[in-house]
């Protein structure tokens, strides 16, 4: 007798033509072809498992680092935010941590467990999958110096562990053995030292109200734009070209802090991109120093359009 084989079930969340403003915190931004947010890794590894060879593959945390040009993305961009979001306590120094959980719980999680080092992470808007896409730090931390392993997943739904020394990890920059296109965090383990718990909530807390004095908190944004040039920053050559508060359309480099762009109420990403051309432009000219981008951008150019 023959037995008819069941496929396994995806469990996850399959959105289709999904607008993808609502999932950066520049708020702007065109639709995704699909978007898949997956019900956990197993799962996620099943959806990728399905996709065509030649799909485009996007990971999108918070969205926090992120541009999504008007016009969308062709593929599938896979949303782990509110998703993939166990963390655990594996020892007395050591935390295993899923790529969606925001950087926000991970330091909350390690000061109340006595751990530290990870303070720094408290004020950063992202998900672990994204800090360590970005390698993320402030105040004189960054994540990858925490980091003892991490679990990535390829293309076919794969997953790999693997060791920090197959990283070249720079500031805000990593570059692992698959490229971006193929390969993407799905967890991580990160070792911390001992510390007192209570210190420990307290400086998080201190490091939040630093930020919220000197950053555009009430309007979204991407955090910074620019990369810091060596030895100088991107900020402070913005505001020597007189930029601060210039706009084009909705998109304004904010009063408050020159090296962000704030949306000031229905800015396009066109109006982002092209005011982040412009500040480049007028760097260049000004101090013949050419600023990175540190935010990413991903989408088609607009038809027609300058960019
Ligand atoms: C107000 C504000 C302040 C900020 N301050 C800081 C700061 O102090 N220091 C700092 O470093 N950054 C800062 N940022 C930028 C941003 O928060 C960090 O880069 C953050 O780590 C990005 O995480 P995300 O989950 O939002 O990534 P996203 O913006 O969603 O993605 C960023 C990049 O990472 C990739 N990515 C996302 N998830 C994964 C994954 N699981 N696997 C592989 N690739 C992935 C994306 O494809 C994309 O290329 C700030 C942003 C804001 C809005």
Not at 88 to 117: C, F, H, P, W, Y
Not at 142 to 151: F, H
Not at 153 to 171: A, K, T
Not at 208 to 235: C, I, Y
Request: net charge negative; proline share 3%; charged share 20%.
């Amino acid at each position: 007798m023959m037995v008819a084989m069941q496929q396994p079930q995806l469990r996850g969340e399959l959105r289709t033509h999904e607008s993808l403003a609502r999932y950066t915190t520049w708020r702007v931004g065109g639709e995704a072809r699909q978007l898949y947010r997956p019900a956990d890794v197993e799962d996620l590894s099943l959806f990728l498992s399905r996709l065509a060879e030649e799909e485009v593959i996007h990971f999108i945390g918070l969205g926090s680092n992120l541009l999504v040009r008007d016009d969308g993305v062709a593929g599938t961009v896979i949303l782990t935010q509110g998703m993939l979001d166990n963390i655990e306590q594996l020892d007395t120094n050591r935390l295993g941590i899923e790529a969606g959980v925001t950087s926000a719980k991970v330091a909350r999680t390690a000061a109340r467990a006595g751990m530290a080092g990870a303070q720094f992470l408290s004020g950063i808007p992202g998900t672990i999958g994204g800090a360590l896409a970005m390698n993320a730090g402030c105040f004189g931390g960054e994540i990858w110096s925490l980091v003892e392993s991490v679990t990535v997943i390829n293309r076919y739904g794969e997953l790999v562990q693997r060791n920090p020394d197959e990283y070249e990890v720079g500031y805000r920059s990593v570059k692992g053995p698959g490229s971006e296109q193929d390969e993407w965090f799905v967890a991580t383990t990160l070792k911390l030292e001992r510390g007192d718990s209570e210190e420990l909530l307290g400086e998080n807390r201190q490091l939040l109200e630093k930020r919220a004095a000197s950053q555009p908190t009430q309007l979204p944004n991407a955090g910074s734009v620019f990369r810091n040039p060596p030895g100088d920053h991107a900020a402070r050559l913005i505001e020597h070209c007189g930029l601060k508060g210039h706009c084009i359309g909705k998109a304004c480099v904010s009063d408050k802090h020159a090296n962000f762009i704030v949306n000031s109420g229905g800015a396009t990403a066109t109006e982002i991109e092209q005011l982040m051309e412009h500040v480049a432009q007028q760097v260049m000219a000004k101090f013949g120093i050419a600023l990175e981008r540190e935010v990413r951008v991903i989408g088609n150019p607009v038809s027609g359009g300058a960019l």
